[in-house]
């Protein structure tokens, strides 16, 4: 099986080939710790989630290092360690921890490496020295900045611009030290109150982008497999990533391939706090939202589609997620022999096709375990080994992990005996022409919160959002 990916430097998507298949290595950008997670942070950590999965299933978890850093130094941090009255380390270590368990609660695994950038100081000042030496950076003023002219034949090539195009557009700030108005910061002198590090250049701290070709150099190497984030770092973010690793490194290229997730709307716009639609994760999880909830509805649309969050969207995922648990009571996974939500997954991140097809594993399922019920019914696959299948293409995607299902109430019943009983009471109502008896149980059922669906196909039980166990065993 190739896994293909949509790589944003070809716009294309590609096999993917990785440089060494014993060390497969991947850096996605992680989160500026100073608040909460928003929403929309949840979708590149559930999206590289779901890619880090995938390749430690496919070459071997001893083989797969990935890497997602925190930027524990920036100018927002310091403003909310000021507002707040707070020491900045108490800050960061707080909202890393804030996110930690906010990606927990959606299902995220944790990285190999989890970089904070103070960390990685030494080695920051160590690659602009390099830079300045090569005569790509150069110092001014208690700055060191990049020289984006050293570099005009390679700057552009991942946003597919120009130098002199985007400089003749250029909403960039304007700064007397600055030999181009697209020249960035590597390094900026810091005042006594906020943080800073000593350097040849005096006291000071990295600009953000240096960050992540640090601490990607010093755990993943020169040249590395996949880097990944949300598209709205593409430019400048990742440009200038490339153009600070290949200049320091001497390589081509900083990664092979380079992954974007689009961003995420709600209710059809853009999130915004002026539109009130604006809310974190914990907001979400405070409300009753479950994470596996949160997790399934982002893995409803393909990574490289606006992602719209709806108050619909979360009803039917969390409707779903109750009918799948329901019908996987003590199962355990095994792989299938063709797995078509493998084979998804592996198509670039197809996760919406791969919940498609968790969908239609459903149905056969209850198909199965409907008619294992009826003797004169033959069957190719028994409904265990049906059920151990699509519990492991589900936990592909991170969904129906046994420790996910907490906010589930109660326990996780069977409904197939109940289903077949209502079978058996509406077949013998078929024959004596009184349906009693089968409109007592369909109303016993509703008042548990279980949906009763009878057509001629059969009959199809499916947990509501009301579901009450105990009320259900007394029927």
């Known amino acids: 099986m190739d896994i293909r990916l949509t790589n944003s430097k070809t716009r294309s998507k590609e096999v993917f080939a990785p440089l060494d298949p014993q060390n ?20 590149p950590a559930i999206v590289f989630d779901v890619l880090a999965r995938l390749l430690r299933h496919h070459y071997g978890a001893d083989h797969v ?20 009255g707070r020491s900045i380390g108490e800050i960061t270590a707080e909202t890393t921890q804030w996110y930690l368990d906010d990606m927990g609660a959606v299902g995220v695994l944790e990285p190999d490496h989890m970089p904070r950038a103070t960390a990685y100081i030494g080695e920051m000042v160590a690659m602009i ?10 110092a001014a003023e208690g700055h060191v900045l990049f020289a984006v002219d050293s570099w005009k034949g390679g700057y552009g090539r991942l946003s597919g611009r120009s130098v002199d195009d985007m400089i003749a557009g250029a909403r960039v700030e304007v700064a007397p030290y600055k030999r181009n108005p697209m020249d960035f910061v590597l390094w900026k002198p810091s005042d006594p109150d906020v943080p800073g590090w000593e350097s ?30 949300g598209n709205d770092l593409l430019f400048p973010h990742h440009e200038n990533e490339i153009a600070q690793s290949c200049c320091a490194n001497g390589t081509d290229q900083m990664a092979q391939v380079w992954l974007h997730n689009e961003m995420l709307q709600v209710e059809g716009k853009k999130m915004s706090k002026s539109l009130g639609n604006f ?19 982002m893995l409803s649309m393909h990574y490289r589609k606006p992602m719209d969050w709806t108050a619909e969207k979360a009803r039917d995922a969390e409707k779903t997620l109750r009918e799948w648990r329901g019908l996987l009571t003590g199962v355990a996974p095994s792989q299938p ?6 084979a998804a997954v592996a198509d670039d991140l197809n996760t919406s096709w791969a919940i498609t097809n968790l969908r239609q594993m459903a ?16 069957l190719t696959q028994s409904a265990e080994v049906v059920e151990a299948e699509f519990l492991a293409s589900a936990r592909l995607l991170g969904l129906l992990e046994e420790d996910f299902g907490g906010w589930m109430d109660g326990p996780i019943i069977d409904l197939s005996s109940y289903t077949a009983r209502m079978v058996t009471a509406r077949e013998e109502a078929m024959k004596t022409k009184d349906f ?36 259900l065993e007394q029927i």
């Open 24 to 43: 497969v290595r991947m850096y996605v950008c992680g989160p500026t710790v100073y608040d909460r997670a928003h929403l929309g942070n949840a979708r």
């Open 65 to 84: 290092t990935y890497v997602r850093n925190f930027t524990d130094v920036d100018d927002k941090i310091n403003a909310r360690a000021a507002e707040a």
């Open 129 to 138: 020295e390099e830079l300045i030496a090569r005569d790509h950076a150069y």
């Open 200 to 229: 040849p250049w005096g006291r000071g701290r990295p600009g953000w982008h240096i960050e992540c070709s640090a601490m990607s150099k010093a755990l993943l190497g020169d040249v590395f497999d996949i880097h990944g984030g």
């Open 279 to 297: 809310f974190t994760v914990r907001d979400l999880l405070e409300q009753g939202v479950p994470g596996e909830v949160i997790r399934f509805v």
């Open 337 to 342: 022999d063709k797995d078509l939500v493998t």
């Open 363 to 378: 149905k056969t399922l209850k198909h199965v375990q409907y008619h294992q019920h009826d003797q004169t019914a033959p």
């Open 436 to 471: 009693s008896g089968v409109d007592a149980m369909k109303q016993a059922l509703i008042a548990a919160g279980v949906e009763v669906r009878m057509s001629k196909a059969g009959v199809e039980l499916v947990p509501g959002p009301g579901f009450d166990a105990a009320k």
